[in-house]
């Protein structure tokens, strides 16, 4: 089966993307315009070498938290923190 080839982007692409990136995932700016996810984000890597891009408004919410609170089961503090603290990579180096 032959991969779905994108379109080269445009300056109206460029222009697209730097005003709806905050508001709108990667994937659906790609659909939108036609072109790929991979062109989407070389064009915000260039943007960001050049001006501040804005961050984005919306997160993507804890799947594991919304469903427990959907179950009406506690969620305790220190599992929130434990999601969002991020340990390091990979494993240790043995002296």
């Known amino acids: ?50 001006i501040d891009l804005p961050k984005k408004t919306a997160k993507r919410p804890n799947p594991i938290i919304e469903y427990l609170k959907a179950k009406g089961l506690p969620v305790k503090d220190e599992e929130v923190k434990m999601v969002k603290k991020s340990v390091g990579r990979g494993r240790r180096k043995k002296s």
């Not at 709108?24 to 070498?49: C, H, W």
């Open 1 to 50: 089966m032959a991969r779905k080839r994108s379109r080269p982007y445009t300056t109206e692409d460029v222009e697209f993307v730097h005003q709806h990136y905050a508001e709108m995932t990667a994937s659906e700016i790609a659909e939108k315009l036609g072109i790929s996810k991979f062109q989407v984000s070389k064009i915000v890597s260039e943007l960001r070498k050049h």
